[in-house]
């Protein structure tokens, strides 16, 4: 089971008509959402289970621009921005604080990478440095093991997945959005080339507007309309711990473990370096789209066979739109944790950390990250299907874009002047044979 998200109540009444429709309720479409509602459209938001229940209340929180994509540092600047001035503009609370975020360079090879990479952010107004040893260790009192070198990042942050996108969507609804959870959309209904209707379980929207923000699901919406967005699914592995007295301020990422500090006291904990790729029918269908991504991050992931194979396979086949949907089935999606990984972990973090000794493993959970070939997202209208605009691909790093994207979607929509140069986000990237390669990886 995730773990608990502030809910959110449905609003009751399904309305017949609206500007734009928005299909999922995580960080991406809450705040897709409240920047369309702010703008005055009549906005409707469609979650399919309750809001945050998948990726946006499972991720570790982290909102940073280290180690980031360059495509994405126009965006994730302005994220940041949006994130520090968020809870003054909802008036509620995401849990966003400035900590900084530390990446351990323990080889020769990663530190002159980040090197490299400190210097490219800085020519887009990034700050970042890279700390000594003694400096790190500075960072990080009782490291009884400081890494040789580290990425520091002193203005990224974090704020807290179980109430970020729920405080959102409540603020979308008092900028005048309808939010329906337990609604799933069975699919877009076109004509002439152009978005007529969001066809959802409690009835038809009619609507020019929709906006796709349905993470791991986007690629199985995109397909009833002819559109083959490459995805895949990664599996990673989270768990919390009880309240810690007197631990690390910054959030960490080393080779063994990666830990931020929460809200409540305890830490979001993750084993740094595996990810379970499981093999699934779109794997063959992709393998060549995701072989440098898969060359990059071979040490990392874990291909596993198993039964989500033949679920992909059974939920694979079209529907009719008055026939229950595999979106009503499966209102969560909920892996099982890979709880070894998580406890080795653990183990390494509390052998290097001493404050961490008398902490116990509260929970822990699983979450599928929606990754695209070049692990950049989509951010894009869809060339085919007038009014179709599509939110996706997050590759692992969402959520701290997250209010950026939703501002970027908000953009496309009204036709405004756009935050970031959608450019790198586009969809036809995987179509007009530019191949588009990663460069940061998940
Ligand atoms: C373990 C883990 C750790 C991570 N750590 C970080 C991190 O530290 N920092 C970071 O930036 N990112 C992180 N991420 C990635 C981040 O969580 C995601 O990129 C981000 O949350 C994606 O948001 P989203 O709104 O696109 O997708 P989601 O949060 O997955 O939301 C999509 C929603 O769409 C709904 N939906 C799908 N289909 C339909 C339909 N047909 N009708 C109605 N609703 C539908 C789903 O139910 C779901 O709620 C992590 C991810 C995981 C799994």
């Not at 291909?303 to 679920?311: H, M, Q, S, V």
């Not at 951010?379 to 939110?391: E, F, K």
Request: proline residues 7%; charged residues 20%.
């Amino acid at each position: 089971m995730g773990p608990h998200v502030v809910p959110v109540a449905s609003d009751l009444a399904c309305p017949a008509a609206a500007d734009v429709v928005v299909v999922g309720g995580g960080i991406i479409g809450t705040t897709s959402a409240l920047y369309l509602a702010e703008r005055g459209l009549k906005v409707v938001l469609c979650e399919k289970g309750h809001i945050a229940g998948e990726q946006s209340s499972r991720n570790w929180g982290w909102c940073r621009q280290a180690k980031r994509d360059p495509r994405e540092f126009d965006l994730i600047r302005e994220a940041l921005g949006l994130w520090r001035g968020m809870d003054a503009r909802i008036g509620a609370a995401t849990g966003f604080t400035t900590t900084g975020i530390l990446f351990a360079a323990n080889t020769p090879e990663r530190e002159a990478s980040f090197a490299d990479w400190v210097k490219e952010a800085a020519g887009a107004g990034i700050h970042a440095q890279m700390l000594s040893k003694a400096e790190a260790a500075k960072q990080l009192p009782g490291d009884t093991a400081p890494s040789k070198a580290a990425l520091w990042c002193a203005s990224d942050g974090r704020a807290e997945p179980q109430k970020a996108a729920p405080a959102i969507a409540e603020a979308a609804r008092r900028a005048g959005a309808v939010i329906l959870t337990d609604c799933a959309v069975r699919g877009v209904e076109t004509g002439g080339g152009k978005v007529v209707a969001a066809v959802t379980e409690r009835g038809r929207i009619a609507t020019s507007t929709v906006v796709v923000a349905g993470g791991a699901w986007t690629r199985r919406i995109l397909k009833d309309l002819g559109i083959d967005l490459p995805q895949l699914k990664v599996r990673a592995n989270v768990l919390r711990t009880s309240p810690v007295e007197n631990g690390p301020i910054p959030a960490l990422w080393d080779h063994d473990f990666a830990f931020r500090r929460r809200e409540d006291g305890g830490y979001t904990i993750a084993n740094g370096h595996v990810n379970v790729v499981p093999i699934v029918p779109d794997s063959f269908r992709f393998c060549l789209d995701f072989l440098p991504a898969l060359r990059m991050e071979f040490a990392s992931l874990r291909l596993r066979f198993g039964p989500r194979f033949f679920t992909e396979w059974q939920e694979a086949g079209r529907r009719a739109l008055d026939e229950p949907s595999v979106y009503e089935a499966v209102r969560v999606l909920d892996p099982t944790p890979d709880t070894s990984y998580l406890r080795s972990a653990f183990a390494a973090l509390q052998r290097r950390f001493p404050v961490f000794a008398g902490a116990r493993i509260v929970q822990s959970w699983a979450g599928f990250i929606d990754a695209t070939p070049d692990a950049v997202p989509v951010i894009s209208p869809v060339d085919s299907v007038s009014g179709l605009v599509v939110a996706t691909g997050f590759s692992g790093h969402g959520f701290g874009i997250g209010p950026g994207a939703g501002h970027l979607v908000a953009d496309l929509v009204t036709g405004a002047r756009p935050i970031a140069d959608p450019k790198d986000f586009r969809l036809s990237r995987f179509f007009d044979g530019s191949r588009p390669r990663p460069m940061a990886g998940l």
